[in-house]
């Protein structure tokens, strides 16, 4: 427990200008922020197009499945 206590994040990998930018663009309500799942790459969405993105996928029938398995058992 003591070594998680001591544990901290390690130093931004940006320039000082380039950490500030991105605090300053995670604070903002309006957009969202995530990383694609192949390649290194961070993408910068308008949070009301995510959010309609999101719905169109949740809505398909196509996309996902429900499943009557109990994974967690």
């Given at each position: 427990m003591?070594?998680?206590?001591?544990?901290?994040?390690?130093?931004?990998?940006?320039s000082g200008l380039e950490c500030f930018a991105l605090k300053e663009l995670q604070e903002r309500q309006d957009i969202v922020i995530i990383r694609v799942d192949k390649g290194n790459a961070t993408v910068i969405l308008d949070k009301d197009k995510y959010d309609d993105k999101?719905?169109?996928?949740?809505?398909?029938?196509?996309?996902?499945?429900?499943?009557?398995?109990?994974?967690m058992k």
């Amino acid at each position: 427990m003591f070594i998680l206590q001591k544990h901290r994040p390690p130093p931004c990998a940006l320039s000082g200008l380039e950490c500030f930018a991105l605090k300053e663009l995670q604070e903002r309500q309006d957009i969202v922020i995530i990383r694609v799942d192949k390649g290194n790459a961070t993408v910068i969405l308008d949070k009301d197009k995510y959010d309609d993105k999101i719905k169109t996928l949740l809505q398909d029938p196509s996309t996902y499945v429900e499943t009557t398995l109990k994974p967690m058992k």
